[in-house]
Every structure is written in structure tokens, then in C-alpha cells.
């Protein structure tokens, strides 16, 4: 249902490398969480070539598992 990657210098290759590759086996969604920027990327829709939708998290925001949408979190929660 979900991939989560935490990466301080492996974030090229879980972008680049990993991501097209969970996409490509129908992952509905990963977490990418950059250790360095304080930042979560999340991607979702899920193709071929890699996943159509990426949306950038960081402090204030909010954030839900997309196969449990009632679930939330908040960017602190996971920093």
C-alpha cells in the first residue's frame, strides 16, 4: 500500500532509481522523506513510467495514506 524511503545521501537514487521502479510493480504510493531538507515528497498514480503525481510536504502541512484517507498526519508528526 505504501513505500516509505528516508535518505540523506541516497535521495538521487531513491528518486531517480527506486521510485520508477515501485511505479512500475503498481506500489500505489511512496514517501520519499529527505533527511537533509526536511522534506517528504509523495508520490502516487502509479504507471509504466513512473509515478504521475508528486506532491511536496513540508513544516504545517498535512499528510494521509492514500488508502487510508481518515488517517492524518502532520509534517511534525513525522519529523
Same mark, same amino acid.
Given at each position: 500500500?505504501?513505500?516509505?524511503?528516508v535518505?540523506? *545521501?541516497t535521495? =538521487?537514487?531513491?528518486?531517480?532509481v527506486?521510485s520508477?521502479? +515501485?511505479?512500475?510493480? /503498481?506500489?500505489?504510493?511512496?514517501?520519499?522523506?529527505?533527511v537533509?531538507?526536511?522534506?517528504?515528497?509523495?508520490? *502516487?498514480q502509479p =504507471?509504466?513510467?513512473?509515478?504521475?503525481?508528486?506532491?511536496r +510536504?513540508?513544516?504545517? /502541512?498535512?499528510?494521509?495514506?492514500?488508502a487510508?484517507?481518515?488517517?492524518?498526519?502532520?509534517?511534525?508528526?513525522?519529523?
Open positions: 500500500m505504501l513505500i516509505i524511503e535518505a540523506d *545521501s535521495i =538521487s537514487y531513491d528518486r531517480e527506486k520508477p521502479l +515501485y511505479a512500475s510493480v /503498481d506500489i500505489p504510493e511512496m514517501w520519499l522523506f529527505d537533509n531538507k526536511k522534506a517528504i515528497e509523495g508520490y *502516487s =504507471s509504466a513510467s513512473g509515478y504521475k503525481q508528486i506532491n +510536504y513540508e513544516k504545517n /502541512d498535512k499528510l494521509s495514506i492514500l487510508f484517507p481518515d488517517v492524518t498526519f502532520t509534517w511534525e508528526d513525522l519529523f
